[in-house]
Nanobody, 115 residues
Framework: QVQLVESGGGLVQPGGSLRLSCSPS????????MGWYRQAPGSQRELVAT???????NYADSVKGRFTISRDNVKSTLYLQMNSLKPEDTAVYYC?????????WGQGTQVTVSS
């Protein structure tokens, strides 16, 4: 099993930045693919970005050029750097890990973009 602990959400003005962090309970090296998803009120959960152990990334079109997914192998932490935030980025953001053919989710962290 994998437990995921997220942090870094909050309230930010449009155009601002936030960085989300996700720490898995096992070594990040052992998890083939990790990513970030988000869910806005009344909407389905959607992919934001994913990152494989080989360094391949995938981004939703709506965040390309603004968000960057990365990881720190020493700290075994996954990050999502979010720049130029827009009100439509407001959502609960979830960390995801695909390990041993199963999906694991964090508890979610709220990101609110508002003036």
């Amino acid at each position: 099993q994998v437990q995921l602990v997220e942090s870094g959400g909050g309230l930010v003005q449009p155009g601002g930045s936030l960085r989300l962090s996700c720490s898995p309970s096992r070594s990040i090296f052992s998890i083939y693919i990790m990513g970030w998803y988000r869910q806005a009120p009344g909407s389905q959960r959607e992919l934001v970005a994913t990152l494989t152990t080989t360094g391949n990334t995938n981004y939703a079109d709506s965040v390309k050029g603004r968000f960057t997914i990365s990881r720190d192998n020493v700290k075994s932490t996954l990050y999502l750097q979010m720049n130029s935030l827009k009100p439509e980025d407001t959502a609960v953001y979830y960390c995801n890990a695909f390990y041993d053919r199963k999906n694991y989710w964090g508890q979610g962290t709220q990101v609110t973009v508002s003036s």
